[in-house]
């Protein structure tokens, strides 16, 4: 067996160079109301994945304005239906809650595939396999189920969605691999509501001792919770993301992560929102820091899949939605 | 020549080859690789900041290039034009003539278009709804910080009756009804809720000289009515509020309802003036002086005054006061009666 190879992802983005682009973009998309706010998203996804390294290449993004439009007017007729038949009738907005309910798996299924059937590396496409059967299951069935037992199945959800989510991408024709199991999501879950415990304790101590100053403390706590959140899971998702026989890691920590994006969020409060783009940068540069490939062997062997040679009727079908939904 | 980094699209394997311009053919050269296109076939991503571009190539392969100032040159030896926006992403002065048409463009929206479009919304609000939004606004101020009137029931039957005595304008057409409530903790006050009700505070009744006063009162509060002013609050701090979310994304949706309520307290003003045109109209129709609103506004004034410092001095201002929204009292004095 040969040694493993640590490459760890690079992010080169500077924040006055993105704050150019993106500032242009803002105006034309604000005299345009919105309509232009799709070039712009492609452009700055553009940016970000030119921007991100790994192993001496770079991603790229191939997504197209007017698919990204027009999944954009679909979304908003969507909603604009359904607030517009919340004030007429509520009868007909519990129907149109559910039309939604429903369809939202079969929409996030496309979006998942055109996000990643637009995605690039080394000139190969990344794609996803993922079946609409599955989809209800894991983005109805599980959520309702959630909601059924009062969240304790909240962990197992998100395991499952991840689960769908990765097992179905593919790099070319080698597909990704999730081995995380239940058990980690319960575990970083329980940690969570473990933290929240010794808040509400907190809480009730520095009532009673008549010290309030120590309640000062809580929000700095709460705030802790909420960067272990934000940290330790989508650590936890990547360790156990494999692609083919190499394997991926994250290794955030709580405190830089906090740290960042407190500042970020000071900075964007006192620049009333100039500061948004060098906090995106920030961000990113953080994140793909702490992110790298345990590559056995070469990294040059992918091979681009079936699809990507007959492409032509997937790319239809997919490059009718971008919902850009965040799982 | 550029220096380029070819990939056939087949595979992830990256060849190192060169890239020469010979007349309108684009020439790649490699180990074991020689391909040529005409440049108008191929497609060369638009230029980001420092990011390689991309060349597009026919056969489904494509070129990542880093030496930009060699590849600008080659392809304007081609003869290539790049695109307009191309430029204006990369200037400093493009950026800041930006920012400065944004402020514009926001300032101008916030002044001029979010008015008329609220008030446009709000004539096509179905009066179910407003009736709705009315009965549940006065249930929400009733639990939290309205008491029943200790006003005799005759003598609120009394105030009504004389109110409605008086011609209303000619174009007045919307619903109103009157209604008497208690509140030390706000003072005197009146205010007009979006279904037409008008809510009198005990605490304004006891500070007025004659009903007449309380007359220019509900005279002032039934424009508000009128006109939909409560209603067109509400539309627009909701549409500045979802403006706030959807530019600051992510940061947080508590920091978009800060500014949402600065507007409330600032567009009222106009709409104070408004309405006062509405209670001098309706008074000087009636045979009564424009001079009664001006007087109770006066008495208002000195009242609050009062409780501002009565309770500076408790150490407890209280919410309403900060938001104070009406334009000063001597400036409506003189637009209601300059001879006064």
Known sequence: MQARQEHSFEFTGKGWEYFRIWIVNLLLSILTLGIYSAWAKVRRLQYFYRNTHLAGSSFEYHGTPIA??????????????????????????????????AVMPWLIVRSLRFKLYNSSYRGLRFGFAGSDGAAYAVFLLFPILTVLTLYLLAPFTHFKIKQYQHNNSRFGDTFFRFDATAGNFYGIYLKALGLLVLAGVLFGITAAMHMPWLGLLLPLLYLYIVG????????????????????????????????????????IVFTLGLFIPFAQIRMARYKFSCMGLLAQGDLSEFVAGQVQADSATGEETAEMFDLDISL | MVAARYFDGMSSTAHVVTLTLDGEWLQLRGELLAHEWPLQNVKVSERLGDTQRRITLPDGGHCEV????????????????????????????????????????????????LPWGAEVVAQTIPPAMLQKMGASSLQTLDRLMLEPSKLPLQRQQAL??????????PDAQLPYHIEFRSAPQIGANAFALPDGNIVMLDELVALTGDDN????????????????????????????????????????????????????ASYSRDMEREADDYAARTLVRNGLSPCLLPDVLRKLEVAHAKRQAEAVS??????????????????????????H
């Open chain 1, 68 to 101: 990204i439009l027009k999944g954009r007017i679909i979304a908003f007729v969507l909603m604009a239906a359904y607030t517009i038949a919340g004030q007429m009738n509520p009868l007909l907005a519990i129907l149109i809650f559910v039309l939604l309910a």
């Open chain 1, 228 to 267: 272990f959140m934000a940290v330790r899971l989508p650590n936890l998702i990547w360790d156990k993301t494999g692609l083919g026989e190499h394997d991926l890691y994250s290794r955030m920590e709580v405190g830089k992560y906090l740290w960042i994006a407190f500042t970020n969020l000071l900075g």
């Open chain 2, 66 to 113: 880093s030496d930009h100032a060699a590849l600008d040159a080659l392809l304007k030896q081609g003869g290539y034009r790049s695109g307009w926006l191309d430029g204006m992403q990369h200037s400093m002065r493009w950026a800041l003539i930006s920012a400065v048409l944004i402020v514009l463009v926001f300032a101008a929206a916030y002044r001029y278009l």
């Open chain 2, 213 to 264: 006063e309380i007359l220019a009162v509900l005279a002032h509060e039934r424009g508000h009515v009128e006109q939909r002013h409560a209603l067109r609050m509400v539309l627009q701090s909701s549409a500045v509020g979802l403006a706030m979310t959807w530019y600051m994304g992510d940061v947080s949706s508590l920091l978009a309802t800060v500014p949402a309520m600065m507007v409330q």
């Open chain 2, 160 to 169: 009504r009756d004389a109110y409605a005595k008086l011609a209303p304008l």
């Open chain 2, 314 to 339: 408790d150490k407890q201002g209280s919410v309403m006061d900060y938001l104070a929204s009406h334009p000063p009292t001597q400036e409506r004095s003189a637009q209601l009666c300059p001879a």
